[in-house]
């Protein structure tokens, strides 16, 4: 088992690692729509978090020697589902064509206030 870790996403505020490789697979942890560079950035309407926590989950997935073209399973927790429109638009909009497997999950709360996280499983890249 390899632990990931990179500056292009937001430090663990915990004790977990942001992507474990292991048998080809990387295990991305939840990411929240915390911005690396500016953990107290304004996280904006739903679509910019939705945005900002797949950007996350690219930036881990490229440090483990995978992409978001390279996504098998993906987890969407959101605290409102009737925001489920907007969170879908700003998916498809930075997964383009591929469509991996997912789940929508509704929860009463996220941490800091935040309205979606991401947690999501990819292939790592051949020869990568």
Do not use: F
Not at 53 to 73: M, P, Y
Not at 97 to 126: D, F, K
């Amino acid at each position: 088992m390899i632990p990931i870790a990179t500056a292009g996403a937001p430090a663990p505020a915990g004790h977990y690692s942001q992507a474990i490789v292991h048998g080809g697979l990387v295990y991305v942890a939840g990411q929240l729509p915390i911005d690396p560079a500016d953990r107290g950035a304004e996280p904006g309407p739903i679509g910019a978090q939705t945005e900002r926590a797949l950007r996350n989950v690219e930036a881990i997935l490229e440090a483990a020697g995978s992409d978001l073209a390279h996504l098998l399973s993906v987890t969407v927790y959101v605290t409102d589902i009737a925001d489920w429109p907007l969170v879908n638009e700003a998916y498809a909009r930075v997964l383009g064509p591929h469509r991996p497997a997912r789940a929508v999950v509704p929860v009463t709360t996220l941490h800091h206030g935040y309205l979606v996280e991401i947690q999501a499983i990819a292939a790592v890249r051949s020869g990568a």
